[in-house]
């Protein structure tokens, strides 16, 4: 067996592209033989995604070769190192047209100048693989093929003649090519994409790059499309969270909101394991409640993770010590670490790894997300679908037994119109909504448990108040009164 492939029980084998997150998608990695495509539009990473594949051969102790012709070989590895990607060691084989063309005026007589063209890249190619016997090859673009060919049929017998001799030789190749933005012609996308064994699509839209692996002879794929960033070190890809079957025996155990009153109108506290959403208008007190109910982690000598899109540390924290809750003695015990989150420098599916990894690297027993519509905004990609990877996220760390809770924003600044601003109250194992009251020409706050899908709740709205070094006053349930849900509360039989 090859140097660096493993052998899977189908009897194909294996090669890593690089990328180990890529290799995810993949199914494990790309099949020892054969041949795949890298397609997008100018700019998204695919010779950089190639670069990584040659470079893992190179650590594994194998011969690799790189046919180009867009850069010189010096150029391309001067910009592959400022990545970290070193592919110094590989053979290179430049087919692009040298600078004879502008300078000499070559005249050809009685052949083509494509035929002589075509001939020479043949020759070159097979001598290159003859005399390196490469087990990874990158063509970088494979289009290059296309430029020295008469016409179209000319082309495809010469694609074909390629491939199968590749084949032939068992070496794994990767071939990019660059689509325009309005799309490429369809004889030529039926052709390439049909005669390559697997195609990886890199997409760019605005300035949010995805991954997508539509094809995958063999192996199969992971369906959809994933994070991918280009970063200091090269290419990082993120795979969507997919929740596995959990079947794990659930344990309801209740973790204190670090208030009595709090814990009873919420039938003892929030559960291990489950999803709270804090809902409300805007000033009405969401993210001081979920300070509130971190607080009850730390007393149960706990673990909490905070991550913050819409306001900072600094503000979190001050705000939170001028009402009395304890944030900085839990940050100074280590039973709160706080994440503050950069806008649009992420997709959902890398914010998802991080949190994952964090939660395991901190043995964290609750995630707060303050808040939601910081977490729309500030994550890149379109807002359903960085949605939907929330809607994964939290699916995941319930199956962990980890209690999350996330802050939503109401645009309404009274009344109670709808559970979630995003209509995502499935998600949600218990909703606390926040929100003012009118009586009697002032606006009061109530708090009202919507729902608790895991235990008994009082489900009385209740007023409170927020002052400084008290926090959140709980003052008893409305009595006799309706319309709290409507914004205005009315003394029970009163007419308007």
């Given at each position: ?7 899977e ?20 990695g ?10 997008g ?41 400022q990545?970290?990607i ?32 075509s ?43 390629l ?26 996308t ?19 790059r ?70 409300g208008?805007t000033g ?11 607080t ?21 924290t ?11 003695a ?15 420098v992420q ?46 996220l939290?699916?995941?760390l319930r199956?962990r037994?980890?209690?999350v809770?996330?802050t ?14 995003t ?41 409170y108040?927020i ?28 007419t308007?």
């Amino acid at each position: 067996m090859e140097h660096g492939t493993m052998r899977e029980p189908d009897g194909l084998s294996v090669v890593p592209s690089g990328l180990e997150d890529l290799d995810e998608l993949l199914n494990g990695g790309l099949v020892e033989g054969r041949i795949y495509l890298v397609q997008g539009v100018s700019g998204t990473g695919k010779s950089v995604l190639g670069q990584h594949f040659l470079q893992e051969g190179l650590a594994n102790d194998e011969t690799v070769v790189y046919i180009h012709g867009e850069e010189s070989a010096t150029d391309i590895s001067k910009n592959a190192a400022q990545l970290g990607i070193d592919i110094s060691e590989a053979e290179f084989l430049d087919i692009g047209p040298g600078t004879d063309f502008f300078t000499e005026d070559i005249a050809y007589e009685l052949v083509a100048p494509t035929d002589l063209e075509s001939e020479r890249f043949t020759k070159d190619i097979k001598q290159v693989v003859d005399e390196a016997d490469p087990s990874r090859l990158l063509i970088d673009p494979i289009t290059q093929l296309q430029y020295i060919e008469r016409d179209f049929y000319q082309y495809r017998k010469r694609l074909q003649s390629l491939i199968r001799f590749l084949r032939k030789r068992n070496i794994t190749t990767v071939a990019t090519r660059t689509l325009t933005r309005y799309g490429s012609g369809s004889r030529e996308t039926t052709d390439i994409e049909s005669l390559s064994d697997g195609i990886i699509d890199i997409t760019l839209e605005e300035s949010e790059r995805r991954i997508g692996v539509p094809k995958h002879r063999g192996l199969g794929q992971k369906n959809g499309t994933h994070g991918l960033e280009i970063r200091e070190n090269g290419i990082e890809v993120y795979p969507q969270l997919v929740p596995k079957d959990h079947h794990q025996f659930f344990d309801p155990e209740l973790i204190s909101s670090g208030d009595s009153a709090l814990d009873t109108i919420l039938g003892g506290g929030i559960e291990q394991g489950s999803v709270t959403f804090i809902s409300g208008p805007t000033g009405i007190g969401k993210s001081t409640a979920g300070a509130q109910l971190l607080t009850g982690v730390g007393e149960s000598d706990k673990t909490a993770l905070g991550y913050l899109f819409e306001e900072s540390i600094s503000q979190f924290t001050h705000r939170c010590q001028s009402l009395g809750i304890p944030v900085n003695a839990m940050l100074d015990s280590g039973a709160l670490h706080l994440i503050e989150v950069e806008p649009l420098v992420q997709s959902a599916e890398e914010f998802g790894q991080r949190v994952l990894d964090q939660v395991d690297e901190f043995d964290a027993d609750t995630v707060l997300i303050d808040g939601l519509s910081g977490y729309k905004l500030s994550l890149q990609g379109e807002s359903q679908r960085v949605v939907r990877r929330l809607h994964a996220l939290t699916r995941v760390l319930r199956n962990r037994g980890v209690a999350v809770i996330i802050t939503d924003e109401s645009s309404t600044i009274t009344g109670v119109p709808q559970a979630t601003s995003t209509n995502t109250s499935y998600i949600a194992d218990t909703i606390i909504y926040l929100t003012y009251v009118e009586s009697d020409g002032q606006l009061d706050r109530v708090l009202g448990v919507l729902k608790k899908r895991l235990g008994a709740f009082d489900n009385r709205f209740h007023r409170y108040t927020i002052e400084t070094g008290d926090g959140i006053t709980l003052h008893g349930p409305y009595s006799g009164v309706t319309g709290i849900t409507e914004g205005t509360a009315r003394r029970r039989g009163a007419t308007e």
